[in-house]
């Protein structure tokens, strides 16, 4: 790196979270992985000496308005609304709220105290491109997933994303300095169903926090969760919404168990995780499609886990489930691999590239029970290849890590820097 790059690295990000906290417990509402990321992130970002400012939308009262997450992360919680009744479509008619009150917090603050405005998801993009014309700084904005690309490969029983959301991101991918895209595949989709400038977007692909997800003993993880040792133990874990899929793995269960009725007495499913969005009522169908399908003695749910308690789920389990119809990237696929668990995931968005498919795990195309049941009679019945599988998911999974994340962000930061820099001489000259 030359010295006019590293003159020109950030000290101070301002990152933008509107519709969610990452404060909250991932896992369930509109917390996901997005959450996982600005937090993760923001932390690597810290230690490698550039200070962050999340401004994110204060839920309930309870929230002092400034928290420190880490040394060197701060959480601005802006009252923007109502705390409660607000869900993640009612929020556009909060962009003006939220943006003057992150304009009122920069107010206290010397021209120039922020080098570059992070926005995450496209609420917080509009709320970025205004901040930056005010600012006078790059923005820089991760869209996490896209709308275009969610409504061509819905759920059957899934409501496409609104007008607003697909005219309000083409606006953010218009009008950004940088994109972030956390797969190639991500980033084709900005140049071609966008229009973006592939000059413009940046690869990065997320992390894993290596020093949480590591592998561990089987039987100590089923005995803490309860589990039987000799259970064959396929997990789901995430957000339950359509988009997931998470009926794929009890329509495929129950397919198996029509194949080879003889694992009856050792299949457990594990469905951990809490509702989201339009899918408020599925745990309550979930538990009634096991209930047609005949399986409810060997379906447990488990409502939304800690960081921590997902290592002792991804050990116990013997293969993961992300049966998902889109997926940006995926981050279960890759927690469940650092802990040594192969991964059985739908062959859409990043998942190819979270999974190594025959490596580390198998890639389904689509999502009908026979091909998902013969992936998971593949691995279930035969040990050895699952053994196999298992044997290559820590070094595929390492090869991921939030500090290669954190130091791409910061290369792109600084470019997005330099060239806005540029541009500005440019037109005062
Ligand atoms: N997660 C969690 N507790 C749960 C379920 C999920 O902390 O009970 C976390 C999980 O560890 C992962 C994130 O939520 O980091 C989900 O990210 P992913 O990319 O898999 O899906 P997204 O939520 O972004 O759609």
């Known amino acids: 790196m030359t010295s006019t790059t590293l003159r020109m690295r950030p000290r101070r990000v301002a990152v933008f979270s509107l519709h969610t906290s990452p404060l909250e417990q991932p896992g369930t509402g509109d917390a996901g992985g997005m959450n996982v990321y600005v937090v993760r992130t923001a932390a690597q970002l810290a230690e490698l000496g550039t200070e962050v400012e999340i401004f994110t939308r204060a839920t309930s009262s309870e929230v002092p308005p400034v928290t420190e997450l880490f040394p060197g992360v701060t959480v601005r919680n802006l009252v923007a609304g109502p705390f409660e009744g607000l869900d993640k479509n009612d929020l556009p008619a909060q962009l003006c709220t939220f943006a003057s009150a992150v304009l009122r917090v920069e107010a206290h603050h010397d021209p120039g105290y922020y080098d570059v405005v992070h926005s995450h998801y496209w609420l917080s993009g509009q709320v970025g491109w205004l901040a930056r014309e005010r600012w006078g700084v790059p923005l820089v904005h991760t869209a996490h997933t896209l709308a275009k690309v969610k409504n061509a490969a819905l759920a059957a029983d899934d409501d496409p994303e609104p007008n607003v959301r697909v005219v309000g991101e083409q606006q953010v991918v218009s009008d950004a300095d940088r994109l972030v895209a956390n797969t190639g595949a991500e980033a084709g989709q900005l140049v071609d169903l966008y229009g973006a400038d592939p000059a413009e977007v940046s690869t990065i692909p997320p992390g894993v926090d290596l020093n949480r997800f590591t592998p561990g003993d089987q039987e100590t993880a089923r005995d803490a969760l309860g589990l039987p040792r000799e259970a064959l133990v396929l997990a789901f874990v995430g957000r339950i919404q359509p988009l997931k899929g998470p009926e794929v793995l009890l329509r495929s ?7 080879y009725p003889e694992l009856r007495s050792r299949l457990l499913v594990l469905v951990v995780g809490g509702p989201s969005g339009n899918g408020t009522e599925r745990p309550e169908a979930l538990h009634r499609l096991a209930e047609e399908l005949g399986i409810t003695e060997v379906v447990r749910f ?11 789920v991804y050990r116990a389990a013997d293969v993961v489930t992300v049966p998902s119809y889109n997926e940006s990237f995926g981050l279960v696929a890759l927690e469940a691999q650092a802990c040594g668990t192969p991964v059985v995931a739908a062959a859409v968005g990043g998942l190819p590239v979270a999974v190594a498919d025959g490596v580390s795990g198998l890639l389904v195309s689509g999502h009908d029970a026979a091909g998902w049941a013969d992936a998971l009679g593949t691995l279930t019945l035969r040990p050895e290849r699952r053994r196999r599988l298992a044997a290559a998911t820590t070094a595929h999974a390492t090869s991921f890590s939030w500090k290669h994340t ?9 470019q997005a820097k330099m060239a806005f820099n540029a541009r500005f001489r440019e037109v005062s000259a």
């Open 253 to 259: 269960a129950a397919e198996l168990l029509r194949r």
């Open 302 to 312: 488990l409502p939304p886990q800690s960081g921590d308690a997902l290592v002792e």
């Open 406 to 414: 954190t130091e791409a962000l910061l290369d792109t930061y600084t």
